[in-house]
């Protein structure tokens, strides 16, 4: 009987630790997708009052909307330049960082710090570099003997520009995560393959990436995650009038465009909706694929 009540006890202790957590997330996340979705059925009607149920029409005006779609393809360009690059110059940092080097310390935090910087702060100062008249990068390039580049308004370039500044926002991050699970690695497997003769970039890819796999798959995950929700950066970096609007904006910055500045809520909640779908879908592909290189000790 004690031990019976030993048990609910402990039971009791481990919901009361998780309930905050798990009332967070029903809160701020569960409840508003059911809440999206069902806006998603309706048009919002005058001063935002008294919704009208429209069925799948939003659905059908968002198969029809090359818009959409083009910002549909913004959104995965924008993830497929940001992800690997950041992922593979986070694994390069966070391996010579976990070396025996001088100052690593003050290096880590140094590349850590971009993330705990206000978006908007960053990209203002980005939008300086980037000024075509004014800015450092032009200047430098003039120096050189290279004439000016529009970054921001050129469609040709401009999302490039973007994904440059989402890399060096992030790479601190995700290096960071993996330098953790570098650490977990034991020493003894390098010492094992030291002495069987093994090379520093044999060591790497038969030692370090398979047991860094773990830690790996979740910045893989989280960094796709946070790519396909890109919304400040391009925000702060493209006015509507923009010439490169139409080949940046994301479908987060659409679901904003008309959510509050069309006051169309029903259709920027469909968009959100089909931004739902592609990422749980992505991650769905993600978790079936780790298998075949993810490593669990």
């Known amino acids: 009987m004690f031990k019976k009540k030993g048990s609910l006890n402990e039971a009791l202790w481990g919901w009361a630790m998780v309930a905050p957590t798990i009332i967070g997330l029903v809160v701020l996340n569960i409840i508003p997708i059911f809440q999206t979705l069902k806006m998603s059925f309706h048009k919002s009607g005058d001063f935002g009052r008294n919704d009208i149920f429209v069925g799948f029409?939003?659905?059908?005006?968002?198969?029809?909307?090359a818009q959409v779609w083009q910002a549909t393809w913004n959104t995965f360009k924008y993830t497929l330049l940001v992800v690997p690059a950041t992922v593979v110059l986070a694994i390069l940092l966070a391996v010579l960082l976990n070396s025996k080097i001088k100052g690593k310390h003050l290096y880590r935090t140094i590349f850590f710090l971009p993330m705990v910087a206000a978006p908007a702060a960053v990209t203002m100062v980005w939008k300086w570099l980037y000024n075509t008249d004014f800015g450092l990068i032009n200047f430098v390039l003039g120096k050189m003997g290279i004439g000016r580049i529009n970054w921001i308004e050129d469609p040709k370039i401009a999302?490039?520009?973007?994904?440059?500044?989402?890399?060096?926002?992030?790479?601190?991050?995700?290096?960071?995560?993996?330098?953790?699970?570098?650490?977990?690695?034991?020493?003894?497997?390098?010492?094992?393959?030291?002495?069987?003769?093994?090379s520093p970039a044999k060591q790497f890819f038969q030692i370090t990436l398979p047991l860094v796999s773990p830690t790996l798959f979740f910045v893989v995950v989280t960094s796709v995650i946070q790519s396909m929700q890109v919304f400040d950066v391009i925000y702060m970096m493209e006015d509507i009038r923009s010439p490169a609007y139409d080949k940046t904006v994301s479908l987060v910055y659409l679901f904003y465009n008309n959510s509050f500045k069309y006051s169309d809520k029903g259709y920027g909640s469909t968009i959100v909706i089909l931004l739902l779908a592609i990422i749980l879908l992505?991650?769905?592909v993600q978790m079936k694929a780790q298998k075949k290189w993810v490593h669990y000790n």
């Open 159 to 198: 999302m490039y520009s973007i994904a440059l500044i989402g890399i060096w926002s992030t790479v601190g991050y995700s290096m960071i995560l993996i330098l953790a699970g570098l650490q977990e690695i034991p020493k003894d497997y390098y010492e094992a393959a030291r002495i069987d003769g093994a």
């Open 282 to 284: 992505i991650t769905a």
């Open 57 to 65: 029409e939003n659905y059908q005006r968002m198969l029809g909307d």
